[in-house]
């Protein structure tokens, strides 16, 4: 049996969605839609948002909508990351 000793890096990342509408006020949860390839990846998750005055994102992953906009969120591992659009209206 081969024992890996080095962490495993992340090859890619995947979003379950492209798009997320919201109402201002709302909240949606990002990081349930979030796969890692492959899914051993030991490097963090990492949100990041383009606009917080239309968006924040937390480092947990929720979306939360604070003005009528478009923004995007990036979700990043190692060197790999995938932008989600978000509206809000």
């Not at 383009?50 to 979306?63: E, R």
């Amino acid at each position: 049996m081969k024992v890996q000793k080095t962490a495993v890096k992340t090859k890619s990342v995947k979003l379950a969605v492209k798009t997320v509408t919201l109402k201002k006020g709302k909240s949606y949860k990002l990081s349930s839609k979030v796969t890692l390839n492959p899914i051993t990846s030991k490097e963090k998750i990492k949100y990041s948002t383009k606009s917080a005055k239309i968006a924040t994102v937390s480092s947990a992953g929720t979306i939360k909508a604070k003005k009528k906009g478009t923004t995007y969120i990036t979700v990043k591992s190692g060197s790999k990351s995938a932008k989600v659009k978000v509206v809000v209206k």
